[in-house]
């Protein structure tokens, strides 16, 4: 089959869908590899680097969608992309299902099949597709870096001739898969690190990577177990003693890094205009929760703001494409790892076999059909 992968259209998107690295990996399936002209240059892989690889460069997107059967793309689609397809090809990208339903109605219209690899189960044999946590894991790292970037001090502790200098430290809302990376990062860095999460079984993930888990005062614990490992909203009892525990640690914390999120909702408000005011003058957050409305009260999305008491906030919604490269090279294993899955001979055919659990449940639209949300997985 022909898969080619189109230049992003978003405005500011680095990321590309296939890499000259992953579309070498994409040939040995057997199939052969396009990119649109320009695809890769922000994230730093020319045309001719492409063209090394034996990949054919398309000088449009027209051009592309006409001459492939499987369109790759990081971004969801837009209108104009879908518009151009015709039934029968694939196109293979973020799509977000849930919060796209027009997007969803035009593919299905257009008689495509769109697999989204947001909607990847999060099961252990489809780890290597999981986008949503390759991003997730770039996102937690960068969010550190931007700290460490716009805070006027050291992350490590120092004692040096012209004075000692304490470790910053660093508090983590939320250890989902970018908070674990956010801790690991801000480990690594030195600081002092602090974390929190509602879900108490990754108390001891975080104590193991040297942070330290900030316990609540509270008998009833969250059990995140009812919600397939996913985090359920709090009830109000809760909520108040979290936000009594961060208007306490607020005046220590000179990083504060937001991660917190529950499926299908808005972000949870959880640190405060009051918790910002009461911080110390040069401290830092980094919501990553941005897109998504925002953990801290004060967030503006896709900016980078001080208050009047001189705290730095971070609400760039675009952590991995600020590391396009890493971020395609990653991205791009796990589309041709889902490619090897629709390709089990090896011979360039894909077998969209809807009995598979991980492809069915990517599977969002088929034979001018919607088909999301999924079965739940038969296998954990
Ligand atoms: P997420 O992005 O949905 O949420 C981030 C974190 O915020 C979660 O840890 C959540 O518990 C936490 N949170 C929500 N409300 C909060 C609050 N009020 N205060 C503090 N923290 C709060 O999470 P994610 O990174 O997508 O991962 C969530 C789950 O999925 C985890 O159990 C993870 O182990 C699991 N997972 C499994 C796989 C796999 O098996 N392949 C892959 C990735 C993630």
């Known amino acids: 089959m022909k898969i080619g992968a189109l230049k992003e259209g978003f405005e500011g998107e680095a990321r590309v869908a296939v890499t000259p690295s992953s579309a070498g990996h994409l040939m040995k399936l057997g199939h052969e590899v396009f990119v649109e002209s320009g695809a890769g240059a922000r994230a ?15 000088p449009s ?39 796209n339903s027009e997007l969803l109605a035009q593919a299905k219209e257009q008689g495509i099949t769109a697999i989204a690899m947001d909607m990847v189960p999060r099961i252990s044999r489809a780890q290597k597709m999981d986008a949503l946590s390759s991003m997730a894991n770039i996102a937690g790292y960068r969010a550190v870096i931007e700290a460490a970037n716009n805070f006027g001090r050291f992350f490590t502790g120092q004692v040096t001739a012209a004075g000692k200098v304490p470790p910053a430290k660093v508090l983590v809302v939320g250890a989902g898969v970018a908070g674990l990376a ?25 104590e193991s990577m040297g942070a330290e888990f900030v316990y609540l005062d509270f008998e009833e614990a969250q059990d995140g177990a009812a919600t397939g490992g996913y985090a359920a909203p709090s009830s109000p009892e809760f909520r108040e ?61 896709d900016e980078r703001h001080v208050t009047e008491n001189g705290v730095t906030i971070i609400g760039y919604t675009d ?29 360039g055919v894909i077998q969209h076999n809807m009995e598979d659990d991980v492809i069915r449940g990517a599977t969002v639209t088929r034979d001018h059909d919607v088909t999301w949300p999924p079965p739940p997985p038969k296998i954990a």
């Open 44 to 58: 730093g892989f020319s045309d001719d680097s492409y063209r090394a690889a034996g990949v054919t460069v398309l």
């Open 61 to 99: 997107a027209a051009e592309l969608i006409r001459s492939v059967d499987v369109v790759a793309k990081v971004r969801q689609p837009s209108e104009a992309e879908i518009g151009q397809m015709q039934p029968g090809q694939t196109l293979i990208s973020f799509f977000y299902p849930a919060q």
């Open 182 to 206: 956010s801790i690991g990062t801000a480990v690594s860095l030195g600081a002092q690190v602090y974390a929190f999460d509602v879900r108490p079984e990754v108390a001891e993930q975080i």
């Open 241 to 301: 003693k979290q936000l009594a525990k961060f208007r306490e640690l607020a005046p220590q914390m000179d990083v504060v890094i937001t991660t917190a999120l529950i499926p299908g909702r808005d972000a949870p408000k959880l640190w405060t205009r009051d918790m910002v005011e009461a911080m110390k003058p040069g401290s830092v957050i980094v919501d990553l929760a941005a897109e998504r409305g925002g953990n801290c009260e004060l967030t503006i999305p």
């Open 319 to 347: 952590f991995p494409s600020r590391m396009g490269a890493q971020a395609s090279e990653l991205y791009g294993n796990n589309v041709r790892h889902f490619m090897a899955d629709l390709t089990p001979k090896k011979d």
